[in-house]
């Protein structure tokens, strides 16, 4: 049995090392066997904050695993586990009404740190993966479940891959491209790669 683990899984102070991990994420979350978010009522030890279920889903890089775990097998072996005292709950297509699968809505560190490391965004580092894994559900639209989130993505495009973003750091704030026309140019390379 292999154990990914979010944040434990990903290398901290090896930038390098990082980018690479980050880069994976969505395949591991695709590709993972079972995916359970382990989010209990809790407060954090540093910042006296609640951590619940609901501060798990305004994190982008949660975000981010779900919707690579929803493109790779839709909510199969799909779990949340939100009270000590309670079992496993299946994730289904209802729980989206309590979580979000829009990325780049979502809270990163980056961006409460006003970019200070003076690198990209992970907005940035997210669009291609997020990108890919779109494409990859267009490809198994087939399949019942595939189809549901495919709609559900398309009917609220804008949201899920926006064009651009507010790159904001302590000096100035800019509009930077995220995915403009992205989209479209995934879209026609797919349907051609299907009707060949």
């Known amino acids: ?18 980018v690479m ?17 382990v989010a209990p009522n809790s407060t954090h030890s ?18 981010a695993e779900m919707i690579a775990k929803v493109c790779g097998s839709g909510f199969e072996h799909m ?3 939100d009270d000590v005292a309670a079992a496993l709950q299946p994730l289904t297509m209802d729980s989206l009404s309590r979580l979000s699968l829009h990325v780049f809505e979502g809270q990163f560190s980056c961006c409460a740190l006003k970019h200070s490391t003076g690198r990209r965004c992970d907005k940035e580092e997210l669009a291609l993966p997020m990108l890919g894994l779109y494409s990859l559900m267009l490809k198994r639209r087939g399949v019942a479940h595939m189809r549901e989130i495919v709609e559900l993505i398309e009917n609220d495009q804008a949201r899920f891959f926006p064009d651009a973003i507010e790159y904001v750091t ?25 009707t060949q």
């Open 1 to 18: 049995v292999f154990v990914w683990v979010d944040y434990a899984s990903i290398a901290q102070k090896h930038r390098g090392m990082q």
């Open 46 to 63: 540093q910042t006296g904050h609640k951590c619940d279920l609901d501060s798990y889903n305004l994190r982008g890089w949660c975000r």
């Open 170 to 194: 302590e000096a100035e704030s800019e509009r930077r491209p995220l995915l403009a026309g992205l989209v479209e140019v995934m879209k026609k390379y797919v349907g051609e790669e299907e």
């Open 21 to 37: 991990a980050i880069s994976s994420l969505p395949v591991y979350s695709a590709y993972a066997d079972a995916f359970i978010v």
């Open 79 to 81: 779990y949340a586990y």
